[in-house]
């Protein structure tokens, strides 16, 4: 426990340029922001609490005016990983990336919910974000920044374009992805459950065929997140809640809560096995599925692990 390192997920408010469909913020857009006052205030504490890698996330944080300002400061203060979760399409202004990379920011995560504009853009209900985003992954190439790793929330409207999501990374070059499975405890999946929800029995395999897609072609770090283990016992290696658990203890900081121990809670409160899975040799390791899925779908697609 004492050697993980600290993560702390800095929240700077919920407004954002797109307008997800599964979003988990969606109904939060109208709380308000945090000012640059206390993100910088923040940005202190945790360097004053060890913390290893300070990701600042919104909403979308990009579009704040205060965002390389707030990155910079972090860097001045010492935090060794300043990282920020963003939906890209700020950076198709050369101008902003520039300013944004001369921050000092270490790793930029991309959201790609799609390999071409007509399926990302249906998902962003933003049209053109495809195409920004593009831009902006090519004018950060074109600034020598090579520190982006990609997440694909995995949703009925994607669930099929999954391995051409997969070879999209593969040809811009990006080794650490995420497959993320939607989160239906808030926010638009909620709201819109059949329209967004797939089954995990039909998105796992098409998850397991992006990550082999990711390891044909040299990128054996890509990950699938929020899934029962049951689904993908023959890449255990590649679940992030396993290798996080392992590695760090994250605090969330967000304006309206703070968790100090989300990667606990998510277990605890977020997800669940069920007497199903009695007797699962993965039981120990394994989160189950998000608790509304259960409620929604119920629990007669998990299949306890008798043997690995
Ligand atoms: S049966 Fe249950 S405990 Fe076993 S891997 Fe599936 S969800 Fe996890």
């Not at 992030?240 to 309206?256: C, G, K, M, V, Y």
Request: aromatic share 8%; proline share 5%.
């Amino acid at each position: 426990m004492n050697d993980k390192k600290l993560k702390v997920v800095l929240f700077t408010g919920y407004a954002c340029n797109n307008n997800c469909a599964f979003c988990i913020d969606a109904d939060k857009r109208a709380l308000p922001q945090k000012t640059t006052a206390e993100l910088l205030r923040e940005a202190a504490r945790a360097k004053g609490k060890g913390a290893y890698i300070l990701e600042i996330i919104g909403g979308e944080a990009t579009i704040r005016p205060d965002f390389s300002r707030v990155v910079a400061a972090a860097k001045k203060l010492g935090i060794p990983q300043v990282a920020c979760a963003t939906n890209g399409r700020l950076f198709a202004d050369p101008a902003a990336a520039r300013r944004i990379v001369r921050s000092g920011i270490d790793a930029l995560v991309f959201s790609v919910h799609g390999p071409d504009a007509r399926t990302h853009d249906a998902l962003t209900r933003a049209p053109g974000s495809f195409a920004q985003l593009r831009k902006g992954l090519a004018n950060l190439r074109a600034l020598g920044f090579k520190k982006i790793s990609g997440n694909t929330t995995v949703v009925k409207g994607n669930l099929a374009a999954l391995p051409a999501i997969a070879k999209f990374y593969i040809k811009n070059r990006i080794p650490n992805v995420e497959f993320i499975f939607v989160d239906p405890n808030y926010g638009g999946a909620k709201n819109d459950f059949k329209g967004l929800v797939p089954r995990i029995s039909k998105a796992a395999p098409l998850m397991r065929r992006a990550l082999a897609l990711g390891r044909a072609a040299g990128y054996p770090g890509w990950k699938a997140r929020y899934v029962p283990l049951c689904y993908f016992k023959d890449c255990l290696g590649q679940i992030s809640e396993i290798n996080e658990r392992e590695q760090f203890l994250t605090e969330h900081w967000a304006p309206d809560f703070v968790n100090r121990d989300a990667i606990g809670s998510r277990a605890a409160v977020g997800r669940r096995r069920t007497a199903r899975c009695r007797g699962c040799l993965l039981y120990g390791a394994c989160e189950g599925i998000w608790t509304e899925y259960l409620k929604q779908y119920g629990d007669a697609e998990l299949k306890p692990v008798r043997k690995l």
